[in-house]
């Protein structure tokens, strides 16, 4: 297991690394926002090609039909976590205030560590740990870009701002490791489910949280969904090169 432990290390640390530039971007350009719609097709495209062609695959192949009730109840889980407490990405980028900082903070702490247990997951069956930290790594920019927005709107300070993105940073590997207390290196029907339960909720960010930017911004049609294209197009190619190999 000395890769899971390297694999975590290295793919929190990149990930990290997403969340400081989303974070310094909403600090410090605003005016960097209408270029994010871009990345968020992107990361749409790579997490429906990730959930379709990697995670449910995996997950039916270790618990077989079981696998489709607990995808179904992983999209419920993040629609009511969404519903009831986090603010959506794709609204925070288009409104001009809002008055949910701590509850963003909350809610998009809880979508991380999801995040996380996903990405465990991952690293215990080792074929898709790389498929999970790559939309996760795309995902986390304008997440971390939109709850800066939101707390620099509410005013909070500098300590606070660092905080919160350390926060939302570590919630990440704290979900890997928590699968990987309860899985353990053996117990791959855990993971199974984990990988399902991981697959909804990846299905429900893409389908409610960023698909609908392909449909929105008439004047950028085109180019915005050559970008989700280009994510899904990606994860189709992962697949052949990882099956290849």
């Known amino acids: 297991m000395n890769h899971f432990w390297a694999n975590l290390f290295f793919y929190s640390g990149m990930i990290s690394v997403s969340v400081v530039i989303g974070s310094l971007i909403s600090f410090s350009l605003s005016s960097a926002r209408k270029y994010l719609h871009f990345l968020l097709s992107f990361s749409a495209g790579l997490m429906l090609g990730a959930t379709i062609i990697h995670l449910i695959p995996e997950s039916f192949e270790l618990i077989g039909k079981e696998s489709s009730i607990w995808v179904l109840a992983g999209f419920v889980f993040l ?23 701590i509850a963003a903070v ?22 898709i740990g790389l498929i999970i930290f790559l939309t996760i790594f795309f995902h986390k920019l304008p997440e971390a870009f939109a709850l800066t927005a939101i707390l620099v709107h509410e005013k909070h300070n500098r300590l606070r701002l660092l905080l919160f993105n350390i926060l939302l940073i570590a919630m ?26 991981s697959a909804g909720t ?20 085109f180019p915005i969904f050559l970008a989700f294209l280009v994510g899904l197009l990606g994860m189709v190619g992962l697949e052949k090169f990882l099956h290849h190999g």
């Open 106 to 127: 909350v809610g998009i702490s809880l979508h991380s560590f999801t995040d996380g247990i996903a990405l465990g997951s991952g690293l215990i069956v080792s074929r």
């Open 202 to 221: 990846f299905l429900h960010i893409s389908l409610s949280d960023l698909l609908p930017h392909v449909h929105e911004h008439a004047e950028r049609q």
């Open 79 to 101: 629609y009511l976590i969404e519903k009831f407490v986090t603010v959506h990405i794709c609204e925070t980028l288009e409104c001009e205030a809002h008055t949910l900082g």
């Open 172 to 197: 990440v590997p704290l979900g890997a490791l928590l699968m990987h207390g309860f899985a353990g290196p053996n117990n791959l029907r855990f993971a199974g489910v984990a990988l399902a339960f």
